[in-house]
């Protein structure tokens, strides 16, 4: 079993839409949150982060975490054809002296007008 | 652009074959990270240098070495190669050795036949 579950998807939605995108993780040593965006052929880009459980808004981004249950999701409001990419959600473990990410599978989103 | 550059882009060898990839990280990182995206496995760790030491070690294989130079440019050696060492080799750096955000740079699309 992988320590971050996601759904590979993909996932596809009207221009406008609301898109929910999660991850689950079975390791209570994660203590940080991350969402990556990956354009095909590109490297990921950061769009979210966050430390423990929470919201976090930027834009028409919105990141949950709850600890409790192992749940990490991100909320895409009026989604554009220019979201289409994967979305990778990655965690870090809290109290080590090193940066390993771990990641999801990723979801490939698609947006189309 | 993230500020991390990557070369070559793209590399065709054959089996058995041996292979440098480089990275140059942003400006004033010290940390310099290595990760494989392949697509049954997803995006994984390769391996953590902070400041020309190593600092974690992921799902490396014996076959595979990296180095971080005093200029702080790192090189991932991968040797004896197989057709399933085909894959996106990404490299990422970040300010410190832990919870700073990691920058990732463009990729080197590795195919073995």
């Known amino acids: 079993q992988k320590e971050v579950e996601q759904d590979p998807g993909p996932l596809s939605v009207p221009e406008g839409a609301i898109v929910s995108l999660n991850c689950t993780y079975s390791?209570?040593?994660?203590?940080?949150f991350m969402w990556y965006r990956q354009y095909s052929r590109k490297g990921p880009e950061l769009l979210m982060y966050t430390y423990s459980s929470g919201n976090k808004e930027d834009g028409r981004f919105t990141a949950q975490v709850d600890k409790s249950s192992k749940y990490i999701s991100l909320f895409i409001r009026d989604s554009q054809p220019s979201d289409s990419a994967t979305y990778l959600c990655a965690t870090l473990e809290g109290g080590t002296s090193y940066g390993k990410l771990t990641f999801g599978q990723g979801t490939i989103l698609t947006v189309h007008p | 652009d993230s500020g991390v550059t990557q070369t070559p882009k793209h590399l065709i060898t054959a089996t058995g074959q041996r292979v440098t990839l480089r990275c140059s990280p942003r400006s004033g990182d010290l940390s310099v990270y290595w990760y494989q995206q392949s697509l049954d496995q997803g995006l994984q760790f390769l391996i953590q240098y902070y400041n020309g030491e190593e600092r974690a070690k992921g799902n490396i294989l014996e076959r595979f070495s990296a180095q971080q130079f005093p200029d702080l440019h790192s090189e991932l050696n991968l040797s004896s190669l197989e057709l399933g060492d085909s894959a996106l080799y990404f490299c990422a750096s970040s300010v410190g050795r832990r919870t700073d955000t990691q920058y990732f740079g463009p990729g080197t699309r590795l195919t073995v036949l």
């Open positions: 390791n209570s040593a994660f203590q940080y």
